[in-house]
């Protein structure tokens, strides 16, 4: 079972910097691709970025250059540093995984999730 556990988020002021971290467990994490998405009141959840089982990083274009993702095969994890914040990336965001190698930032495509931080950006 695999099961992953994020940490970070909280509220910070326009133009500052957030960090989110995800911990997989429960399988080789090396074998899968795994991604952050983002649902704030009112809308749907849309895809933020993904980085591949071979390193290789996608985002949004809502973020590109902005939120630098990485992985950490060794500890298991993957980071999402958020600098230049907006208002506007205030949601709740959630770290999702699955085997094998994928590129398409679709929360359907994940079948595994954590429970969430909450990501404020006061304006």
């Known amino acids: 079972q695999v099961q992953l556990v994020e940490s970070g988020g909280g509220s910070v002021q326009s133009g500052g910097s957030l960090r989110l971290s995800c911990a997989v467990s429960?399988?080789?994490?090396?074998?899968?691709?795994t991604a952050w998405f983002r649902q704030a009141p009112g809308k749907e959840r849309e895809g933020v970025a993904l980085i591949d089982n071979y390193g290789s990083a996608t985002y949004a274009d809502s973020v590109q250059g902005r939120f630098p993702f990485s992985r950490d095969n060794a500890e298991n994890t993957v980071s999402l540093p958020m600098n230049s914040l907006k208002p506007e990336d205030t949601a709740l965001y959630s770290c999702?995984?699955?085997?094998?190698?994928?590129?398409?930032?679709?929360?359907?495509?994940?079948?595994?999730w954590g429970q969430g931080p909450q990501v404020t950006v006061l304006s």
């Open positions: 999702a995984a699955r085997p094998g190698w994928w590129f398409r930032l679709s929360p359907a495509a994940f079948g595994y």
């Open positions: 429960g399988d080789t994490y090396s074998a899968y691709s």
